[in-house]
């Protein structure tokens, strides 16, 4: 069975630095991936996927992916945080039919000024 | 453009009673699902269905049901409400490519069950 473990149940950055969410996959099959985020209050949005194209995905809000077959991750990025960042994102996994997906725990992201 | 739509979004329940939560989709999505979300636990599937008149069980069925009657809704029922059903429940779709679109998620309804 498929499963996603996201390291970190908090993390906290400085608006301008670096933000890195660690997601790790669990799939006896190629794998569909995909990060959520998702705002306060509020329903999940989809901020990108991967589907066995390029291995570098670019989302929404100037967030990326790499998908890396060898390590079983596929850790999200942004190269500059910014205030509106904060939220909790969630990586989730579904086998190759694209049905029940399955979340991980999710990450909190807190921006600071 | 309403995409999903969850009803009620507060509930407080009394241990015992019965509800029911609406979800409502018009996107002709043919798959729908019913999570629920609590604390750093991430969201968990109760029960899923691929079109009108076809369900099944998710990770974590138990205390609940559901009817797909139409491809539009998609409800969940909540027989005798426990307090461990005190959650976030979040109603999403997808059509029959969801590796292209993901899910289409409604903004939840928060059940306290006392």
Redesign the interface.
């Known amino acids: 069975a498929q499963s996603v473990t996201q390291l970190g149940s908090h993390v906290s950055v400085s608006e301008g630095a670096l933000v890195l969410l660690r997601c790790n996959y669990s799939s006896s099959v190629p794998p569909y991936l995909f990060w959520y985020v998702q705002y306060p209050n509020q329903g999940l949005q989809l901020l990108l996927k991967y589907t066995s194209a390029a291995t570098l995905v670019k989302g929404i809000n100037g967030f990326e992916a790499e998908f890396k077959k060898s390590e079983t991750s596929f850790h999200l990025t942004k190269p500059s945080a910014h205030m509106s960042d904060a939220a909790e994102y969630f990586c989730a996994v579904t086998p190759g039919d694209g049905n029940k997906l399955v979340f991980g725990a999710g990450t909190i992201l807190r921006v600071k000024s | 453009n309403a995409g ?1 739509t969850q009803t009620p979004k507060f509930r407080i329940l009394k241990i015992g009673q019965s509800m029911t939560l609406q979800c409502a989709q018009d996107m002709n999505h043919n ?1 729908m ?1 019913w ?1 629920r979300q609590d604390p ?6 109760i029960y ?1 269905s ?1 079109g009108a008149g076809i369900t099944d069980k ?1 990770e974590v069925p138990n205390g609940y049901n559901v009817s797909r009657s139409t491809t539009e809704d998609f409800p969940l029922r909540l027989e005798l409400a426990a307090p461990s059903q005190t959650s976030v429940y ?1 109603c ?1 779709s ?1 059509s ?8 289409t ?4 309804t928060r059940l306290t069950v006392v």
């Open positions: 999903v798959y699902y999570y750093g636990m991430g969201l968990k599937l899923y691929v998710g979040f999403a997808s029959r490519g969801s590796v292209d679109y993901g899910y998620f409604g903004s939840g």
